[in-house]
């Protein structure tokens, strides 16, 4: 250790740099490896923030928040809630707020966070409760500094039980709104979304205010047969609707109206909300009557929008035909065509990969997710097709199955009926 310690440090600083970018999970021993590396290590090292938070007052989260608060080299953090709290949360339990106070307050202090990210894709089940007042406090304590915010509680959050929020503080809608002047990226997907969502840009007599949203995405599945890959019921319904009642999934929920929240946006957008909007897209799986109806609808408020997409389904997917391509696919494949009336397939995860591409953030191998960058062109959304299987490839292996009697009929949509199909876009 004592040579290292005699290297210059424009030396020091290049073997931590080639660190970080080949090895990261590799950069905490570097930095344990002499005083000087952990010093030029240690502005990358809590570059980037995975915090898990447990049932545990030793967890990491508790660690983190003696240990960090005030640190200014933090840019990114995602907060991962671990199933323990978040059952502790359905349940009530009093010990599960016990991390609350001081977390907001160590967020708060991060002064310069940038990204913050709460995504629970794949970490939950039906047992688990993510309040939205504790996410309302989660996201009011933000520091100011906060560009890039992502929501994504896979649907678990409850706003209320039995009657509306009383406190505007306990509202997550309405704290979200307070940031969206601010910032540039959004993503949200909620169990309960309203109008007031968007509040704080309403305009009076002496002001019109504007949002520095670039690009945004919020998931709006109505119907109260949805599902997520996981079986939670994943409907979005208005939070400010008195008659919504969390509970069983049988009862008569009053789901967000997806059009009177789209003529909102382009309404602000009219009055110059959003002057840098590149991309806002509102996502759902349903069409009209809350069913799919072999389209898929894109609206995009950045170019005022809707993109109708053929898709079908799939008589099966998965191994049952021992094709490579479809090893890591879900057993329900959809069929979907694109501008250049191309068809492919893929499950509900590949097309959603493929439709919301130019909104979907980034997941990096330490677990920490940031927002999408670039500059996109002003034209309407289109897919990409990289994470799809040709179906004229699987036509062809669908012939050789056919033939060889591994299967006695066709498992793909009919050829013809796809012909007459064309992607359609509607502009507002």
């Not at 008195?242 to 382009?266: C, H, I, M, T, W």
């Not at 500059?375 to 309407?380: A, E, F, M, N």
């Not at 799809?388 to 013809?416: C, H, M, N, T």
């Amino acid at each position: 250790m004592s040579q290292l310690e005699k290297l210059p440090n424009e030396l020091l600083c290049d073997i931590v740099d080639r660190v970080s970018a080949t090895s990261f999970e590799s950069l905490p021993n570097l930095a344990l490896a002499c005083k000087r590396l952990h010093n030029l290590s240690a502005p990358l090292l809590w570059n980037h923030v995975l915090l898990p938070w447990r049932l545990n007052m030793r967890s990491p989260i508790a660690r983190f928040i003696v240990a960090h608060r005030g640190n200014k080299n933090i840019r990114a953090l995602r907060l991962q809630p671990q199933r323990s709290i978040l059952n502790a949360f359905r349940i009530g339990m009093k010990h599960a707020f016990d991390h609350l106070d001081a977390l907001c307050e160590c967020l708060g202090s991060l002064s310069g966070l940038k990204t913050f990210s709460l995504f629970l894709d794949g970490l939950v089940d039906s047992r688990c409760t993510l309040p939205g007042p504790v996410l309302a406090r989660i996201v009011r304590a933000l520091p100011p500094s906060i560009i890039h915010l992502e929501l994504d509680t896979e649907c678990i959050d409850r706003i209320y039980e039995d009657e509306l929020v009383k406190d505007p503080n306990d509202h997550l809608c309405l704290a979200i709104s307070d940031r969206v002047p601010y910032l540039e990226t959004l993503r949200v997907r909620l169990s309960c979304i309203c109008l007031g969502l968007f509040s704080s840009l309403t305009s009076t007599a002496t002001t019109r205010p504007k949002s520095k949203l670039q690009r945004a995405f919020i998931r709006c599945d109505t119907s109260p047969n949805s599902e997520s890959h996981l079986g939670i019921t994943s409907q979005v319904c208005d939070c400010r609707l008195p008659q919504f009642k969390v509970g069983s999934r049988g009862q008569n929920y009053e789901a967000l109206a997806v059009d009177k929240l789209a003529a909102l946006l382009l309404c602000l957008q009219t009055a110059g909300s959003f002057p840098d909007l590149q991309r806002f897209i509102l996502f759902s799986w349903q069409g009209k009557d809350n069913k799919f109806d072999n389209q898929l609808h894109i609206r995009d408020i950045a170019t005022r929008s809707t993109t109708h997409y053929p898709a079908k389904y799939t008589l099966r997917g998965g191994n049952d035909l021992n094709v490579p391509e479809l090893e890591d696919k879900d057993y329900t494949c959809y069929m979907i065509r694109s501008h250049d009336s191309i068809d492919f397939v893929g499950d509900r995860k590949d097309l959603e990969s493929a439709i919301l591409h130019e909104v979907a953030w980034k997941e990096l191998p330490t677990g920490v997710r940031l927002a999408p960058t670039g500059r996109l062109p002003p034209k309407t959304p289109r897919l990409c097709t990289d994470g799809l299987v040709s179906a004229s490839y699987l036509r062809i292996k669908e012939q050789e199955f056919l033939s060889s009697g591994a299967i006695e009929e066709p498992w793909l949509p009919d050829a013809a009926s796809m012909s007459r199909a064309a992607v359609i876009v509607d502009e507002e």
